[in-house]
Each structure stands twice: as structure tokens, then as C-alpha cells.
């Protein structure tokens, strides 16, 4: 593994994500999260700016724990409304020629078959540089607009999503051998019916019984993203996961996570560098310290919405944070008012800063902006020292780049702090020799997951199937 900072930009089709509020600042681009030549005019900006790629967060349902309704979500355009990022990618993917692009889809709300061939599809529309960002999805709105009544608890979620990638690396990895599409004119064979078989998944979630749908693209099997923090998530990345993401405001506290996430591959029989390890961090940068203070003051805190960032925090954790007085500080008894999981807030907020009061309102305040990550403010030499610090104390292989005020914030990262990233050696371009997502993000040759690794072991079952890539 190579030791240059990757660097992802983190987006989600929705007006309201990292920015919440910000929406109203009239340089704010967030309303065209769902168009054309936004989507065109982004990919390019990444591509020239230096970014390694984009990562899209997604999460069908609405946020509707706060206050027990949708309204404050919808005020505030958070998740709803939301574009599908899948054709966003592609489109990305059409005007671009290097930026890798992970997509989020969850295994609680698609068929194995479905997903296993969109990623397919994408990965060939691409020339090999797609990520999925495995998630098993939390919100119930989800499950019950995608039909599904109730989600099921968090480790049966966790169950299914094994036995999901056991059916779609039965798709990409086993079921074609490389040479299946031979193309001959000849005899008349477009695909020869002895060099496919059934995936002939038959489990307790799924049944793939027959070929699969797509034919082997650049990498088979998308590279793959997780970002549990639970020990069985924790578990599931350790076996599945290529990049870990992750999201803490202390970087003692990522350090542990990645500690863990190290241990969890290990674990699994891999080795501790075979995945990379991201953190969320959001960078308001200008030309001068003074201005960059005077830019987040003034064009970020000045439009940040408080109560959005309750109701959307209140959907990540399903607790309903409109119960709690807001200005009354938080206290692990409150458990006993009624209030499931609120130690779980108590411990969160009191490790990321001890000498802070934290009361529901501090916390609005705190995650309106950045996503719950770090939001370093400065000119480009603060902001690469403050770099340097925490990817050393955090021991990360890079960061997930959040875009509070779309149009603004990577503007101002492509254009004054990536060069000076690169001047200080940090960041640098992938070798060129490398024409894959899996091959850049790894810092090694080869398109395809090698051994331990599930995937390739499923490939392995099938000789064929691994002749070459
Ligand atoms: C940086 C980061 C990005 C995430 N992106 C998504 C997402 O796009 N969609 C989603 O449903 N969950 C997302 N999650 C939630 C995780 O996938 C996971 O469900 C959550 O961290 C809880 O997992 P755990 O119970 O194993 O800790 C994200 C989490 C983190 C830390």
C-alpha cells in the first residue's frame, strides 16, 4: 500500500447533508443535487482538482424521528427530496476518464441478482471504477416504502447481508468463466453455455438459481466500502470490506476504530493493510486564516439549521431528540425517563469533548455542519499541518471530504488545498500503470480480489473463472 492521502468527496443526492441549513445561502449549489450538468460540471471539477473519487451516501425512507413526523426533514430538504445516485455515477463515470466513484446500496432493500447487476453494468459502462458502499440501512420508512414492513434487527441485518454477498459474488465471480463470450460468427456462439453455470444460491434470504446476468467487467466484484462500527459490523468488514469509513471528531477516537477495523481483518485471515481506512472530514479553506474564518462564520454557522440537524441526527441514532429539553444538559439518568439509548448520546458526546456541556441543542449546533467529523477552518498551510496531524494520530489512510455548501466548499479544496498537499508531498497522482478503482485504491497491481479474500475464493471454486485478471 502506497502511503499518499486518498481523498474522496462525500455526497448525497439530497439538498441537505453535511450542510444543513445551508441550503439558503445564495451561493449554495445544493438545489441541483439531481441534475445533468451539475452532476458533469462536479466530476470534472474532482477529476482536474486531484480528488481520487466520489463516494455517494444514500438512504431511501425519510427522517422522520424527530418530532415523530417528516416535516422538519422536508424544511429543511434533508434525504427527501433524494435522486437515485446510480445514473448520477453513470453520468459521472461518461465525462470522466480516472475519478473512481463508490455508490451506496443497502442489502436490507434489493434482490442479490438486481444489485449484483447494476454494479455489474457499472463497473463495464466505467472501465472498472466502481465502489459499493455495503450498508444494511437503519431507517424502518425505507423498509416500508420498498414493501418490506419492518426492518429486521440490527444483527439479523447483519446475517442477511452475508448471505447476500455469498449471492452476489456467485454472480460476479463464479458463474462466467473469463473466456465465456467468445463471439464466434463462425459457429454461430455468442456465449459458450459450457463455460457458464448457475450461481445455484439456494439460502434462507435468497435464491439465485440460474446464470448470472452480467459477463465478467474490469474488476467482477465492485470495490468493496463498509462503514460499521458495532462489533458484528466490525466483523462483517474484517471479512468483506477494501475501505473502511469512518466518522469521529477526535482523531484518538478514529485511531481506536481503526485499530479495531485492523484487528476485524486479521481476524478474518487477511492482512491489516488490505483495506483502507477513511475519515469524514469537511475542510473550509481560503487564502488566509482570517478569511477562511470570516467564510465559515459568515457563509456556513450564519445559515445552519439547528433543528434540521436534530431531526437528522435523531434519524441516525432512532431516538427522538424533540423529547429532551433543549437546553437541558444531557445526563446518562435520563435513561430512566423514558429515553431508550440516550447513554449511547451521553457516551458519543462526552468522549468527542469532555469539557463541553453537550444539551440537545449544542449537539444541532455541532452536527448541522461536517457530518460529525472534523471541520478544520484555515488557509491551505493550516489546513495541510492540521492534516498531517491527524492523519498521524488517526493512523487513516485518507479522508471522505464532506461538501456543506455545495459549489463552495471543494471549490475551494481543489483550488487552494490540494496543491499545496501536493507540494508537500502528501497526495500525488496514481500510477498511471493502474486502470482500475481496486488497483489505485490499493496501491497494487491486479483488477481482481485475490485470496483470502471471499470473493476470489468463490471465483477459485471454479478454475475457469480465474484463468486471468
Ligand atoms: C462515514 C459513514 C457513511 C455512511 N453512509 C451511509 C449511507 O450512505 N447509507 C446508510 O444507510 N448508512 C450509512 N452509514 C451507516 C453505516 O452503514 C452503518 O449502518 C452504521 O454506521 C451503523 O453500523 P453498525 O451498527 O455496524 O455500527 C454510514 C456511516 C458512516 C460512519
Known amino acids: 500500500m502506497s502511503d499518499r492521502l486518498r481523498l474522496f468527496a462525500l455526497k448525497q443526492a439530497t439538498p441537505g447533508h453535511t450542510g444543513i441549513g445551508l441550503w439558503r445561502n445564495p451561493r449554495s449549489q445544493a438545489h441541483r443535487y439531481g441534475d445533468l450538468d451539475y452532476a458533469i460540471e462536479l466530476a470534472r471539477q474532482l477529476e482536474d482538482g486531484g480528488f481520487d473519487g466520489v463516494f455517494f451516501a444514500d438512504a431511501p425512507g425519510v427522517l422522520d424521528v424527530y418530532q415523530?413526523?417528516?416535516?422538519?426533514?422536508?424544511?429543511?430538504?434533508?434525504?427527501?427530496?433524494?435522486?437515485?445516485?446510480?445514473?448520477?455515477?453513470?453520468?459521472?463515470?461518461?465525462?470522466?476518464?480516472?475519478?473512481?466513484?463508490?455508490?451506496t446500496m443497502s442489502t436490507s432493500y434489493v434482490q442479490p441478482y438486481a444489485l449484483a447487476r447494476t454494479m455489474g453494468t457499472l463497473d463495464r459502462l466505467s472501465g472498472g471504477r466502481i465502489g459499493w458502499n455495503i450498508v444494511t440501512s437503519a431507517l424502518d420508512s425505507g423498509a416500508r416504502n420498498l414493501g418490506l414492513g419492518a426492518l429486521p434487527a440490527h444483527d439479523v441485518r447483519y446475517d442477511i447481508a452475508e448471505e447476500f454477498m455469498e449471492a452476489v459474488y456467485g454472480v460476479w465471480e463464479s458463474s462466467w468463466d473469463e473466456d465465456a463470450v467468445v463471439r464466434d460468427t463462425h459457429s454461430g456462439v455468442y456465449v459458450d453455455p459450457a463455460r457458464v453455470r448457475p450461481v445455484a444460491h439456494a439460502g434462507r434470504a435468497f435464491r439465485i438459481p440460474d446464470v448470472g446476468p452480467v459477463e465478467p467487467s474490469p474488476q467482477r466484484t465492485p470495490v468493496l466500502f463498509q462503514a460499521g462500527s458495532s462489533e458484528r459490523g466490525l466483523r462483517f468488514a474484517g471479512r468483506h470490506a477494501e475501505g473502511v469509513f469512518l466518522s469521529a471528531h477526535d482523531p484518538a477516537l478514529v485511531a481506536r476504530q481503526v485499530q479495531r477495523g485492523r484487528k476485524a481483518l486479521t481476524e478474518a485471515g487477511r492482512s491489516p493493510t488490505d483495506a483502507v481506512f477513511l475519515a469524514n472530514a469537511t475542510f473550509?479553506?481560503?487564502?488566509?486564516?482570517?478569511?477562511?474564518?470570516?467564510?465559515?462564520?459568515?457563509?456556513?454557522?450564519?445559515?445552519?439549521s439547528h433543528e434540521g440537524a436534530l431531526a437528522r441526527y435523531s434519524a441516525l441514532l432512532g431516538i427522538d431528540l424533540s423529547q429532551l429539553?433543549?437546553?437541558?444538559?444531557?445526563?446518562?439518568?435520563?435513561?430512566?425517563?423514558?429515553?431508550?439509548?440516550?447513554?449511547?448520546?451521553?457516551?458519543?458526546?462526552t468522549r468527542l469533548d469532555p469539557e463541553c456541556v453537550w444539551t440537545p441543542r449544542a449537539i444541532g449546533e455541532f452536527v448541522a455542519i461536517g457530518g460529525g467529523g472534523p471541520v478544520i477552518v484555515g488557509s491551505p498551510g493550516t489546513v495541510a499541518d492540521r492534516i498531517e496531524e491527524w492523519t498521524h494520530l488517526a493512523g487513516v489512510d485518507g479522508f471522505n471530504v464532506a461538501d456543506p455548501l455545495p459549489g463552495v466548499t471543494l471549490t475551494?479544496?481543489?483550488?487552494?488545498?490540494?496543491?499545496?498537499?501536493?507540494?508537500?508531498?502528501?497526495?500525488?497522482?496514481?500510477?498511471?500503470?493502474?486502470?482500475?478503482?481496486?488497483?489505485?485504491?490499493?496501491?497494487?497491481?491486479?483488477?481482481?480480489?485475490?485470496?483470502?479474500h471471499p470473493a476470489a475464493v468463490a471465483r477459485g471454486a471454479h478454475p475457469m473463472a480465474s484463468s486471468s485478471g
Request: glycine share 8%; with cysteine; charged share 25%.
Open 412 to 452: 475551494a479544496v481543489c483550488a487552494h488545498l490540494i496543491p499545496e498537499l501536493r507540494r508537500r508531498g502528501l497526495v500525488s497522482t496514481p500510477d498511471p500503470g493502474f486502470g482500475t478503482f481496486r488497483e489505485r485504491l490499493s496501491g497494487r497491481r491486479g483488477a481482481r480480489l485475490r485470496a483470502p
Open 325 to 349: 429539553d433543549p437546553d437541558e444538559p444531557l445526563k446518562a439518568e435520563a435513561a430512566n425517563g423514558g429515553v431508550p439509548a440516550i447513554q449511547g448520546i451521553v457516551d458519543v458526546f
Open 68 to 103: 415523530g413526523r417528516v416535516d422538519p426533514a422536508l424544511r429543511d430538504g434533508l434525504g427527501t427530496p433524494a435522486a437515485d445516485p446510480i445514473p448520477i455515477v453513470a453520468a459521472m463515470a461518461a465525462v470522466t476518464t480516472r475519478l473512481d466513484l463508490a455508490v
Open 284 to 304: 473550509v479553506v481560503a487564502p488566509t486564516d482570517a478569511e477562511a474564518a470570516r467564510t465559515y462564520r459568515e457563509e456556513y454557522l450564519a445559515y445552519a
